[in-house]
């Protein structure tokens, strides 16, 4: 599921992977959001330069209905997202 990428421009999957014996440990970004997409946006884009070589990026959308779900899966492919259909609390 994790794919290398240069992390040098917009649009590249910033997600990368180290070598088994890398001595990099494996980060996960894990982002809630609800009814945010313009921060959300924000954090993502401030996610793309980082030069950390092993890290993956999940979003659990809780329920929101501005479309934030979509867009991100549109604009940022890189990240997982994870949608509950409600709002169920703090993701």
Same mark, same amino acid.
């Given at each position: 599921? !994790? =794919? =290398?990428?240069?992390?040098?421009?917009?649009?590249?999957?910033?997600?990368?992977?180290?070598?088994?014996? =890398?001595? !990099?440990?494996?980060?996960?970004?894990?982002?809630?959001?609800? /009814?945010?997409?313009?921060?959300?946006?924000?954090?993502?884009?401030?996610?793309?330069?980082?030069?950390?070589? /092993?890290?993956?990026?999940?979003?659990?959308?809780?329920? =929101?209905?501005?479309?934030?779900?979509?867009?991100?899966?549109?604009?940022?492919?890189?990240?997982? !997202?994870?949608? /509950?259909?409600?709002?169920?609390?703090?993701?």
């Amino acid at each position: 599921m !994790v =794919s =290398s990428g240069s992390g040098e421009a917009r649009g590249r999957d910033p997600r990368r992977t180290g070598n088994a014996g =890398s001595a !990099v440990p494996r980060v996960s970004i894990v982002i809630p959001a609800f /009814n945010r997409l313009d921060y959300t946006r924000r954090c993502l884009g401030s996610i793309e330069h980082l030069t950390y070589p /092993n890290f993956e990026t999940i979003l659990i959308d809780n329920g =929101s209905g501005d479309g934030t779900a979509g867009s991100v899966r549109q604009e940022f492919p890189w990240v997982r !997202v994870i949608r /509950n259909e409600a709002n169920v609390g703090y993701a």
